[in-house]
């Protein structure tokens, strides 16, 4: 069962910073997480959805179309801002 | 080398010990980044910055990796808190050693534009309106563009 991160506005809209998450059957992209995340929770669906939002796997930057089914923890992350 | 801490630190201080016992350089380009009260007509009380562990240090290993690829530095050095700050504490430290001045100066620069848009950090004021989550402007993604195409990660 993968740890889901969420990160800065995302861990307001999802109520909160991390949980576990049973990746439902017929999930098997990132894309198709959002989804299952969506049918849960619209309003988060909305927010993870965003193009601006970037999603790692295992701490490395993933595409939506990429694989999660072996993965340990998936972050969501909304536009950086450091300095 | 790269620290990314909650605690709070001494701009000053840190740039000293980080040129002690140098004398192979010529030139030290320093940028401290500071908490302001207000940010347009909001007043701001406190900002905090969150971060992801493991992550947020190797990413920005990557900008630090990326400047030094591109000038001839001799040492680097970014210091960057995250958790809760006060106006007035400095947030970000880089600085840029080399023989001479003008790929220190441009390596800092380089290095906090990409801090700006890329390093994985959120950041959230909190002032008399309540929270307000902070984003790259325009203008952090254009102060990026001047340094032309980048491999990204």
């Known amino acids: 069962m993968p740890r889901l991160v969420y990160f800065g506005r995302l861990k307001d809209a999802a109520g909160r910073g991390e949980e576990l998450f049973d990746l439902p059957p017929g999930v098997r992209t990132a894309a198709d997480l959002v989804k299952a995340l969506a049918a849960r929770d619209e309003i988060l669906g909305v927010a993870l959805g965003a193009p601006s939002v970037r999603l790692a796997a295992d701490k490395k930057i993933i595409d939506r179309d990429a694989t999660i089914t072996q993965s340990r923890e998936i972050a969501f992350m909304p536009p950086m801002s450091g300095g | ?153």
């Open chain 2, 1 to 153: 080398m790269i620290r990314v801490q909650e605690e709070p630190f001494s701009p000053g201080a840190e740039l000293d010990a980080f040129l002690k016992g140098r004398t192979d350089i010529g030139a030290a380009a320093s940028f401290t980044g500071t908490v302001r009260d207000m940010t347009g007509a909001a007043d701001v009380a406190r900002l905090t910055l969150d971060h992801y562990p493991g992550f947020t240090e190797a990413e920005i290993a990557k900008i630090e990796n990326s400047a030094r690829t591109r000038w001839a530095l001799q040492d680097t050095l970014i210091i960057h808190r995250y958790g809760e700050m006060r106006p007035g504490e400095a947030i970000v430290l880089v600085v840029a050693l080399a023989a001479h001045r003008r790929p220190a100066f441009e390596a800092a620069d380089f290095m906090m534009d990409y801090l700006k848009t890329d390093a994985p950090f959120w950041k959230k004021e909190t002032g008399p309106g309540g929270d307000r989550w902070i984003e790259p402007r325009q203008q952090d993604r254009d102060d990026k563009a001047r340094w032309g195409a980048h491999k990204e990660s």
